[in-house]
C-alpha cells in the first residue's frame, strides 16, 4: 500500500512538473530573450517577513483563503547578501547596493567601490557607456546608500554632500551619469558652500521641487526632481498616496527612447520603518511598492521588451508576524491610519483631546488601558518617547514583534517579470543578480572610464546609521 501511495505521488509531482514547465515555457516564448529596458527594483529592508506580512496585510477576511499579492505572481528566487567578509555577515545598505550594483561584494559603508576603496563599475553606469539613458526615483534622498552606488563612488555613505557633487562632476562619454533622478535632498544639493541644483539647471536640466510640477514636463526631457529636504514624508504622511508609482511612471516618460534606460526605483523607507519598529508604516510602504509594481506589470504588458527585477539589500528589524508566545497576527488593526505613527507623537502633546485624537488618526476605537495610556504619552515631553508608545500600542493590538533596530543577515527574496526574467529562477548571492543584468545589456559601444572631478573633501558626518537611519 505504501508502495502504491509513493508512486502515486511521484505521478502527481511529475505531472504537476509537466504543467508548469510547459506554462512557462510558453510564457517565455512570448518575450523577447533579452530585455531593451531594464528596471531594478530595490525595497530596501524587505526580509521575507515583510512579504508575508503585506499579504495578510492585504487578505480579505469573507473569504476562507488568504489571497496573493503581486508579489506572489513574480516571485523567482532567493539571494544572499552578507557583504565583503571584513564586515562579517550582516550587510548595510551600502555594501549590499554596490554588491546588487556591480557584482562586487564590498564593506559596510561602500558606495560604489571594492574592498581597497577602488571604483567598480555599476550597471547603471555601463548603461549609460553603452548610449543607453539611465535614471533613479527612490523615496529617500536621492544621495542615499542604494541610488548613490549605483550612480557615484565614494569611500563613505556618510559623505552626502560629496556623492551630491559626484551626481554633478562625473560623466560617461561626456554626459552626466543619470539623465533622470527624483527623490529627496534638496540639503545636499543646495548648500552654502555649492548650489549643484542650479549647476544641474544650468546644464539643462529640468528643476521641480512638487509632484504637481513634475506632471507639467514635456516627454524626453533630462530632470532633477528633489520633493524634500531629506527623506520623502511616510507613505502614511505624504498628500500623494501613491508616490513611488507616481515617480516611478514619469521617470519612465522621460527616459524612454530608441536605445532602451536603465531606470533603478528605490522603495527606500520600507527599511526606515523596520528600523524604527513601525509596524504601521512598514505595511503603508509596502502598499506603496505593491502600487508601483500593478503599474510596472501593465507597462510591461504593453512593453514586453522590459525586464523588471526586485529583490532587497537586507531585511530589517528582525519583524516577526506574532509575538510573545502567541500563535496570532492581527493586521486589521494597522489598515485605517490616517497618519504615520511618528506624526501621530508628535502631534499628540497640542491636541485638547488626545484619546480622541489618537482614536481617530489610528482609526479604531481605544480601548481604557488604551486610553489611560495615550493621556499618559500626552504628557510625555520626548518624542521618542511618544513614539515608542505608540508604535507599543499597534504592536499589541496586532501582536507584532522585533528583534532588532538594525539588520539582519537572512536571505532575500528575488522577484522578476518580462524580457529575461528567466535568468532569475534560483537560489544565489546578491553578486549574481548584477552578473545577471551585464549580461543582459546589449554588447556595443567600448567601455569608457568613467571621468570624475574629485570634490573637496568635507568633515565626515557624525551621524550614526545604528540610530539614526535616515541620517538627518
Not at 562579517?88 to 556591480?102: I, K, N, Q, R
Amino acid at each position: 500500500m505504501r508502495q502504491k501511495l509513493l508512486v502515486a505521488v511521484a505521478a502527481t509531482f511529475a505531472l504537476s512538473a509537466c504543467v508548469n514547465t510547459t506554462d512557462t515555457a510558453n510564457t517565455q516564448k512570448q518575450l523577447p530573450s533579452t530585455p531593451k529596458n531594464i528596471i531594478m527594483i530595490v525595497s530596501d529592508g524587505m526580509g521575507p517577513a515583510y512579504t508575508t506580512a503585506y499579504r495578510n496585510f492585504r487578505d480579505n477576511p469573507d473569504t476562507p483563503e488568504v489571497e496573493g499579492v503581486v508579489l506572489d505572481d513574480i516571485f523567482v528566487g532567493n539571494a544572499s547578501t552578507y557583504p565583503d567578509q571584513v564586515s562579517g555577515f550582516v550587510t548595510d545598505s551600502a555594501a549590499s547596493a554596490t554588491a546588487l550594483a556591480s557584482g562586487v561584494k564590498s564593506y559596510n559603508g561602500a558606495i560604489g567601490v571594492d574592498k581597497n576603496k577602488k571604483p567598480v563599475t555599476s550597471i547603471l553606469q555601463r548603461a549609460k557607456q553603452l548610449g543607453m539613458r539611465t535614471g533613479v526615483a527612490v523615496t529617500s534622498q536621492i544621495v542615499h546608500a542604494t541610488p548613490a552606488s549605483y550612480v557615484a563612488h565614494n569611500e563613505s555613505r556618510q559623505n552626502y554632500n560629496e556623492l551630491a557633487d559626484s551626481f554633478f562632476d562625473d560623466r560617461i562619454n561626456g554626459e552626466f551619469v543619470a539623465d533622470v533622478m527624483l527623490g529627496g535632498g534638496t540639503k545636499y544639493f543646495e548648500r552654502q558652500d555649492r548650489n549643484v541644483t542650479g549647476e544641474f539647471i544650468d546644464a539643462g536640466y529640468a528643476y521641480v521641487d512638487t509632484y504637481n510640477k513634475l506632471a507639467t514636463l514635456p516627454a524626453g526631457e533630462n530632470v532633477l526632481g528633489l520633493f524634500a529636504e531629506v527623506g520623502l514624508p511616510w507613505a502614511l504622511d505624504d498628500l500623494r498616496k501613491n508616490r513611488l508609482a507616481y515617480l516611478t511612471e514619469h521617470a519612465i516618460k522621460h527616459l524612454e527612447n530608441d536605445k532602451g534606460f536603465f531606470l533603478l526605483v528605490e522603495a527606500s523607507q520600507v527599511d526606515w520603518a523596520g528600523h524604527s519598529n513601525d509596524i504601521a508604516a512598514a505595511m503603508a510602504e509596502m502598499h506603496d511598492l505593491n502600487l508601483a509594481l500593478e503599474y510596472l506589470v501593465s507597462y510591461v504588458e504593453e512593453h514586453p521588451d522590459t525586464l523588471v527585477v526586485l529583490t532587497a539589500d537586507h531585511s530589517t528589524g528582525g519583524l516577526t508576524i506574532g509575538a510573545r508566545g502567541e500563535y496570532r497576527w492581527a493586521p486589521e488593526w494597522l489598515q485605517n491610519l490616517k497618519q504615520s505613527p511618528e506624526t501621530i507623537a508628535q502631534n499628540i502633546v497640542e491636541m485638547d483631546s488626545p484619546v480622541a485624537y489618537v482614536s481617530d488618526a489610528l482609526g479604531f476605537e481605544l480601548n481604557d488601558k488604551e486610553k489611560q495610556q495615550v493621556v499618559e504619552l500626552a504628557k510625555q515631553g520626548d518624542l521618542k518617547a511618544r513614539f515608542a508608545g505608540i508604535k507599543a500600542l499597534l504592536d499589541i493590538r496586532s501582536n507584532t514583534g522585533w528583534t532588532t533596530t538594525g539588520h539582519t543577515g537572512v536571505d532575500v527574496e528575488v522577484f522578476a517579470f518580462g524580457a529575461g526574467s528567466s535568468q532569475f529562477y534560483g537560489q544565489y548571492d546578491n553578486t549574481d543578480i548584477a552578473k545577471k543584468l551585464f549580461g543582459l545589456l546589449p554588447k556595443r559601444a567600448p567601455v569608457v572610464k568613467t571621468e570624475t572631478t574629485p570634490a573637496p573633501k568635507e568633515e565626515k558626518s557624525q551621524c550614526d546609521f545604528e540610530t539614526d537611519w535616515r541620517c538627518e
